[in-house]
C-alpha cells in the first residue's frame, strides 16, 4: 500500500546541517503519523522525531533544539532538518508510517523505507 524512499543522506563534519526527505507513494488516502528512525552502529533502532497529522511532534532527547521534522501533507513527503550535527548521529535513518488511511480501510501498523546512510565526521 505504501512505498517510502528516503534521500539526503551524506557525509558531513560536525557542526554541519543535513535535510532528509522521505516521499511516501501508493494507493492511500493520508498517512497518520510520519516519522525518522535511526539505528546507530551496535545500538537498537530508535525513535529520532514523529509528527502527526494536525502537527503534534516528539522527538527523542538526544535530538531536541538540533532537528526538526516536518510534512508537506498534500505531496505525502516528511522531512527531517538536521542541524549541529555530532559524530554521535552518525547511523543509518529510517522513514516510517503509520496509520494509513485508504477508502475503506485503516492499517495500524508500520511501513519503513530502505533506509539512508549518515556519516558525521569529528
Known amino acids: 500500500q505504501v512505498q517510502l524512499v528516503e534521500a539526503g543522506g551524506d557525509l558531513v563534519q560536525a557542526g554541519g546541517s543535513l535535510r532528509l526527505s522521505c516521499a511516501a507513494s501508493g494507493s492511500f488516502h493520508s498517512i497518520y503519523v510520519m516519522g525518522w528512525y535511526r539505528r546507530e552502529p551496535g545500538k537498537e533502532r530508535e525513535l529520532v522525531a514523529s509528527?502527526?497529522?494536525?502537527?503534534?511532534?516528539n522527538y527523542a532527547d538526544s535530538v531536541k533544539g538540533r532537528f526538526a521534522i516536518s510534512r508537506d501533507i498534500a505531496k505525502n513527503t516528511v522531512y527531517l532538518q538536521m542541524n549541529s550535527l555530532k559524530s554521535e548521529d552518525t547511523a543509518i535513518y529510517y522513514c516510517?508510517?503509520?496509520?494509513?488511511?485508504?477508502?475503506?480501510?485503516?492499517?495500524?501498523?508500520?511501513?519503513w523505507g530502505q533506509g539512508t546512510q549518515v556519516t558525521v565526521s569529528s
Open positions: 509528527a502527526i497529522i494536525g502537527g503534534i511532534t
Open positions: 516510517n508510517a503509520r496509520g494509513v488511511y485508504s477508502n475503506s480501510q485503516y492499517y495500524t501498523g508500520d511501513y
